[in-house]
């Protein structure tokens, strides 16, 4: 399978728990025998007593005209869990967080639409160009639109 993680005998102790790889992916197969890909274990949203896929939300988000790339990450709510957080790297012009928020909402589940909105030039990224993810949540919520904060100052 493989020798383990570099110089970390605690995270392959952890990942081949049991004598099975542990990879931290969550999927489903289907009837046929195909695995289709939800969401790493530990980017998984938990809000409102609902388990949130970040993929699937990164994707919705990503299908709109003015979004270049996303990532969607769990935030610290008053209420307990998580609120959604949406980091998004604009195509360029003007970028208005409440049009983006609208997107959202015709193509998902009120519970998963985002409630902070955060953009930024560019996701950070690893070497292998995967973004990473732990760096947005420790920036938690600093400079983000805040959607319930819009919605209450609209009324």
């Known amino acids: 399978l493989f020798l383990g993680y ?3 005998e605690e995270a392959t102790a952890r990942a081949m728990e049991g004598g099975w790889f542990h990879s931290g992916d969550r999927g ?3 009837p046929d025998g195909n695995f289709e890909f939800i969401d790493r274990l530990k980017d998984c949203i938990r809000r409102r007593g ?8 990164e994707r919705i988000v990503n299908d709109h005209e003015a979004v ?8 610290p709510s008053e209420l307990g869990e998580d609120d959604i957080l949406i980091v998004v790297v604009p195509r360029g012009g003007d970028f208005e967080p409440a049009e ?13 639409v985002p409630r902070f909105v955060r953009v930024v030039e560019k996701l950070p990224k690893t070497a292998t ?3 990473e993810k732990y760096q947005l949540r420790d920036q938690g919520t600093v400079d983000a639109w805040d959607r319930e904060a819009a919605e209450k100052a609209s009324k």
């Open 6 to 8: 570099y110089k970390n």
């Open 129 to 131: 160009q995967r973004t």
């Open 68 to 75: 270049a790339e996303s990532a969607a990450v769990g935030v």
């Open 28 to 30: 489903v197969r289907d």
């Open 100 to 112: 983006l928020i609208e997107h959202c909402r015709g193509r998902m589940a009120d519970f998963m």
């Open 50 to 57: 609902e388990n949130i896929s970040s993929f699937e939300v």
